[in-house]
């Protein structure tokens, strides 16, 4: 039987079949070390690499911290993430990203960048989904972090991304789940009416929750009716949301008495509040308490959607409102439409009168 030869002895597979090669070598000091590297091709230049440096040493031709290999604390996924946002921080998405990052910092961000798996991203899944969250949204959460696993693999960081082939939730963007009247009005005998504006502000203009909750008074006009100027993530540019009479009511009210440079301040500090609290301690048990099920912050936009839709509106007109990039997004509140406009179409089926609309038979 052929014995190995030196080389091959520097290399082992572990675990056999998993094509992740490790190195074994002597250092100049004759103590055993060990590497893990990845494919064989690879283990074996490093090998070579490392047997040279131990040489080099030993002869006093180079320093001994020179030597590869030296034992050192494993990167964490927190202090990943924040090496990467100077360069996150130039994206148009960064204000849903900086979310992404402190939502994963709080969950793993002290597990070691090689420890992520897939269960964790998993385990999130499953968490976000019995809270009632949407699937779409939870799909956004888990992508951000599959993106920068990705990132991490293409420098060298990770042998393959745990997320890669990770099966997204199914969307359901046809449901027209949304507040009714009577639901809002008891949920409004659940909250102290401050709180319940911010409630009312989301119905009445649509704008996403983040956007809203950090809306600075340099962004309000009472002009012309009253409008909100809102960032889009999307494009980097900025819409113009026009106000209903209750919302211009709710702003003018605050604007009098307005002692910060946001619209909806921190009573403690003046920042804007933060959305994440708000909503785990003031919305979510008001909702429990007026026995509210289906309901997510979210659902607040749709219901706008909802019943502009069942007014008769247009889904241009939808569209503009709620900032969609296209009408193809707005297409969900379609269904809706028939309900308002019916009327407007059996007015064929009325008896022709003098003057008036003959139907051709």
């Given amino acids: 039987m052929a014995r190995k030869n030196r080389v091959d002895r520097g290399l082992f597979e572990r675990?056999?079949?998993?094509?992740?090669?490790?190195i074994r070598y002597h250092d100049h000091n004759g103590?055993?070390?060990?590497?893990?590297?990845?494919?064989?091709s690879d283990a074996l230049a490093l090998y070579q690499e490392r047997k040279t440096q131990a040489r080099r040493i030993k002869k006093g031709l180079a320093a001994p911290e020179t030597l590869g290999g030296q034992r050192k604390r494993k990167l964490t996924l927190?202090?990943?993430?924040?090496?990467?946002?100077?360069?996150?921080?130039?994206?148009?998405?960064?204000?849903?990203?900086?979310?992404?990052?402190?939502?994963?910092?709080?969950?793993?961000?002290?597990?070691?960048?090689?420890?992520?798996?897939?269960?964790?991203?998993?385990?999130?899944?499953?968490?976000?989904?019995?809270?009632?969250?949407?699937?779409?949204?939870?799909?956004?959460?888990?992508?951000?972090?599959?993106?920068?696993?990705?990132?991490?693999?293409?420098?060298?960081?990770?042998?393959?991304?745990?997320?890669?082939?990770?099966?997204?939730?199914?969307?359901?963007?046809?449901s027209d789940r949304h507040l009714t009247e009577s639901e809002e009005e008891r949920l409004k005998a659940h909250m102290h009416w401050e709180d319940f504006e911010l409630v009312e502000m989301a119905i009445h203009t649509g704008i996403r929750q983040d956007r809203l909750f950090n809306t600075a008074w340099k962004n309000v006009s009472f002009e012309d009716g009253g409008w909100i100027r809102v960032y889009k993530a999307k494009g980097g540019k900025f819409r113009a949301v026009p106000l209903t009479r209750r919302a211009f009511e709710i702003l003018k009210r605050r604007y009098e008495c307005r002692k910060s440079a946001w619209v909806f301040p921190n009573s403690k500090n003046?920042?804007?509040?933060?959305a994440s609290n708000f909503y785990s301690r003031k919305f979510k048990p008001a909702l429990e308490a007026a026995g509210i099920e289906g309901i997510t912050w979210h659902r607040l936009r749709h219901t706008l959607g909802?019943?502009?839709?069942?007014?008769?509106?247009?889904?241009?007109?939808?569209?503009?409102?709620?900032?969609?990039?296209?009408?193809?997004?707005?297409?969900?509140?379609a269904h809706l439409l028939p309900k308002a406009v019916r009327a407007a179409i059996q007015t064929l089926d009325q008896e022709p009168s003098k003057g008036g609309l003959r139907v051709v038979k």
């Fill in 15 to 22: 675990p056999k079949g998993s094509d992740v090669w490790w």
């Fill in 78 to 174: 927190g202090e990943y993430l924040k090496s990467l946002e100077p360069e996150l921080k130039t994206k148009s998405s960064w204000s849903d990203m900086k979310r992404f990052i402190a939502t994963w910092n709080r969950l793993i961000g002290k597990l070691p960048l090689e420890d992520v798996s897939r269960t964790h991203a998993k385990k999130r899944q499953t968490a976000r989904l019995e809270r009632g969250i949407a699937p779409a949204t939870i799909n956004r959460e888990i992508a951000f972090l599959q993106a920068r696993l990705q990132q991490a693999t293409d420098e060298g960081l990770l042998l393959r991304n745990p997320l890669l082939g990770l099966k997204k939730l199914n969307e359901d963007n046809i």
């Fill in 306 to 333: 909802s019943r502009l839709a069942l007014q008769g509106v247009s889904i241009q007109a939808i569209s503009k409102i709620l900032g969609h990039s296209s009408t193809q997004v707005t297409e969900r509140y």
């Fill in 270 to 274: 003046g920042n804007p509040i933060n």
């Fill in 31 to 40: 103590q055993e070390r060990r590497e893990k590297v990845g494919t064989k």
